[in-house]
């Protein structure tokens, strides 16, 4: 399978660096939040993190214009569900990323793989709380 458009839950430190990367290398993005101000500051963040990167040479100013243009912002989970791979980056709270994926299967496709970007909860069950724990 393809992956051609990313979903990503929580536009945070981490969140918003994981839609960076993935808008640089080509991919549509798509960033979620349940705050649109957190939103708004994930989108001026990735605007001056690239600019930095096109001041320093390792970016072009054509690649960064291509890069903001992949990335949408939404509030709603809902939205995710045509991603090919949706990457959850939201607070580490266990409860909070169960309730997510919780939210995010009913609207998701069947190849759509989910990951989390956890550094202390357990994948294991995080993916029990799924109907595909090994996607």
């Known amino acids: 399978m393809e992956i051609r458009?990313?979903?990503v839950v929580g536009a945070g430190q981490m969140g918003n660096g994981i839609a960076h990367v993935f808008a640089l290398a080509g991919y549509d993005v798509l960033l979620n939040d349940i705050s649109h101000e957190a939103l708004d500051k994930a989108i001026a963040l990735i605007d001056r993190n690239i600019e930095r990167q096109v001041s320093r040479g390792k970016t072009t100013a054509e690649d960064k214009a291509a890069a903001m243009a992949r990335i949408r912002t939404t509030t709603r989970l809902a939205d995710l569900g045509a991603?090919?791979?949706i990457i959850e980056a939201a607070t580490e709270r266990e409860t909070?990323?169960?309730?997510?994926?919780?939210?995010?299967l009913p609207h998701i496709q069947p190849h759509t793989i989910l990951t989390s970007n956890t550094s202390s909860?357990?994948?294991t069950r995080l993916a029990s709380r799924t109907d595909r724990p090994e996607r």
């Open 96 to 104: 909070v990323k169960q309730a997510i994926f919780e939210d995010l």
């Open 121 to 123: 909860i357990s994948i």
């Open 5 to 7: 458009s990313v979903g």
């Open 83 to 85: 991603s090919d791979l």
